[in-house]
């Protein structure tokens, strides 16, 4: 079907899914986000907890104000202070003028702050003053400011189990959970994996200039709806990209969920002197110098497939579809050797 900017635009900044784990999920973040509380935000990296803030923030009665985002671990422990707060001129060296920090600028509005866990005491004792009484100062300054700011704060750690090693304030975390919503994994939303899977599959045809979207073969469903996806929403997106630009043609058939995996990766590991060369061939396995004495050829040969079959399946995150195709044998195939060396492959590798 052919698309254009006009009828792709819709979705840009839309949340898409269709499952009970993801509908259950919206209906709670609606429920809270004309509150005006501060709301945390668990799960796992890639499941779209910057999106979800980014919803709260518009089914709000703040969405005409702003909407200021900081992710914490992108800043050393000794600026994350200064960029929230900000500073007066000459506060620490290069300090050359004053600075509004992250809260006056989101004043009215909501601020979003990713991977809370990563914030030192210290200043998160400043960020609890700030939810209790709406005031802070900045940076060597003693005079206070006031501002009015719903707080958004996400993070993939434990932080309870923070707080149990003094890493996390017990009272900020009971002030920061009015509601705590939890981001469902892509392994719970299996009918959101094609859904989602066509939307970027679009997204990338047009960036990519193409006339027409691109449609999956039933083995490349299979694949997608079979896969675990460690990475959740962001590796979906990027395996689907990848399959789009790789593809020949209006069909996709072939997705790859680990670019690096390749027969002549050891190879690569071998030519730069790393850990492990010159004790692995050109092909990946054991090396193949010449034996100094008297060998026995079926030991050697059988000793050779278990190790492939642990590195494919082990390349392939133990998907025993895509280890045989590695390995260039039918499913069947790959099967029958998996039950003749079934001992030797559930042994450590000497």
């Not at 254009?4 to 993801?22: C, H, I, M, Y």
């Amino acid at each position: 079907m052919p698309y254009t900017s006009d009828n792709l635009q819709p979705f840009a900044v839309e949340a898409l899914g269709r499952s009970e784990a993801f509908l259950d999920f919206q209906e709670r973040l609606s429920r809270v986000a004309p509150v005006n509380r501060p709301v945390l935000l668990l799960g796992e990296r890639g499941t779209g907890k910057e999106l979800a803030a980014s919803r709260l923030h518009f089914l709000s009665g703040r969405w005409q104000g702003p909407l200021v985002t900081l992710n914490c671990t992108t800043l050393s422990p000794g600026l994350i202070e200064a960029e929230l707060f900000g500073h007066e001129k000459g506060a620490f060296t290069g300090a050359d003028h004053r600075k509004t920090g992250r809260f006056e600028a989101a004043d009215g509005g909501t601020l979003f702050l990713d991977e809370i866990g990563s914030i030192p005491l210290v200043v998160q004792e400043k960020i609890l003053r700030v939810v209790e009484y709406g005031s802070f100062a900045r940076v060597v300054s003693s005079t206070h400011f006031t501002v009015d700011v719903r707080i958004v704060v996400a993070t993939h750690a434990d932080l309870a189990a923070l707080d149990n090693r003094d890493a996390f304030r017990r009272d900020l975390l009971d002030r920061l959970s009015f509601e705590v919503l939890f981001l469902p994994p892509m392994r719970h939303r299996g009918e959101d994996i094609m859904l989602l899977a066509d939307h970027f599959a679009t997204r990338m045809a047009f960036e990519l200039g193409r006339k027409e979207i691109p449609v999956f073969t039933p083995r490349a469903v299979a694949a997608l709806e079979g896969y675990q996806w460690p990475g959740n929403v962001r590796e979906l997106k990027n395996v689907v990209e990848r399959a789009v630009y790789r593809a020949e043609g209006e069909v996709i058939d072939a997705v790859v969920f680990d670019p690096f995996v390749s027969p002549y990766a050891a190879l690569l590991t071998a030519e730069t002197g790393g850990e492990g060369a010159g004790e692995r061939g050109r092909n990946g396995g054991p090396g193949v110098s010449p034996p100094s004495g008297p060998v026995n050829l079926a030991t050697a040969v059988a000793a050779l497939e278990v190790h492939l079959l642990r590195q494919a399946l082990q390349a392939c995150r133990h998907h025993q579809r895509r280890a045989a195709e590695w390995l260039g044998l039918s499913y069947d195939q790959f099967r029958g050797r998996l039950r003749k060396y079934q001992e030797e492959l559930f042994e450590p590798e000497p």
